[in-house]
């Protein structure tokens, strides 16, 4: 089970953590984020390979989103700085175990996992 949190309003220009709390542990998971925006596919935004803080990242969110990991908390973080009204979204936390070290996708065909999602608003 995932549970995501941290979400909400935030005007251009702001910050946002998010976390998503893992019932099981990570570690030999991997872990992605992922955001629909109303009409819109959902898209991948970052992922963590299993076992390792080897990282990947949409080119629309590149520099300014940071996906981290805590495996004694099994808690995935994603640090979004720099919103803008394009960022406005579900976001989704989504995991799949894999075999240590095996790299991550941000495809949602790759997760077997999924939270409930969370808000995120970028608005003046």
């Known amino acids: 089970q995932l549970v995501e949190s941290g979400g909400g309003l935030v005007q251009p220009g702001g910050s946002l953590r998010l976390s998503c709390a893992a019932s099981?542990?990570?570690?030999?998971?991997?872990m992605g984020w992922f955001r629909q925006a109303p009409g819109k596919e959902r898209e991948g935004v970052s992922c963590?390979?299993?076992?390792?803080?080897?990282?990947t990242y949409a080119d629309s969110v590149k520099g300014r989103f940071t996906i981290s990991r805590d495996n004694d908390q099994n808690t995935v973080y994603l640090e979004m700085n720099s919103l803008n009204p394009e960022d406005t979204a579900v976001y989704y936390c989504?995991?799949?175990?894999?075999?240590?070290?095996?790299?991550?996708?941000?495809?949602?065909?790759?997760?077997?996992?999924w939270g409930q999602g969370t808000q995120v608003t970028v608005n003046s």
């Open positions: 989504a995991a799949v175990r894999k075999r240590l070290f095996a790299p991550c996708e941000l495809d949602t065909a790759g997760y077997s996992s």
């Open positions: 099981e542990r990570i570690l030999d998971h991997a």
């Open positions: 963590l390979n299993s076992g390792l803080d080897f990282a």
